[in-house]
Nanobody
Framework: QVQLVESGGGSVQPGEHLRLSCAAT????????MGWYRQAPGTERELVAT???????????TYADSVKGRFTIHRDHAAKTVDLQMNSLKNEDTAVYYCYARVVVHGEANDYWGQGTQVTVSA
């Protein structure tokens, strides 16, 4: 069983930055995917950024088009953490951000979610 705990949300003004952190307990390998999704009121949950792999040649990183160039995902395999550095925040980045992990065991994928952390961007 995997548990994910987020921290680092808050309220900021447009153009400012925030860093979200997620710590996992349980068995997660570097080949498993960890990342972040978000959900704004009245919308579906959407991918923000995910990362898997431990070496330069095996690392796979995905960003939503809306955050490319502004957000960076960091992962520490030993500590089992995944962070999201969010720069140049915009009003439309306001949402609840969820830490995510997909753990594959014996070919079966299991998805895990954190409880969510609120990010509010407003002037």
């Amino acid at each position: 069983q995997v548990q994910l705990v987020e921290s680092g949300g808050g309220s900021v003004q447009p153009g400012e930055h925030l860093r979200l952190s997620c710590a996992a307990t349980g068995s997660i390998r570097s080949t498993d995917t960890m990342g972040w999704y978000r959900q704004a009121p009245g919308t579906e949950r959407e991918l923000v950024a995910t990362r898997s792999g431990a070496t330069r040649s095996t690392t796979n990183i995905t960003y939503a088009d809306s955050v490319k160039g502004r957000f960076t995902i960091h992962r520490d395999h030993a500590a089992k953490t995944v962070d999201l550095q969010m720069n140049s925040l915009k009003n439309e980045d306001t949402a609840v951000y969820y830490c995510y992990a997909r753990v594959v065991v014996h070919g079966e994928a299991n998805d895990y979610w954190g409880q969510g952390t609120q990010v509010t961007v407003s002037a």
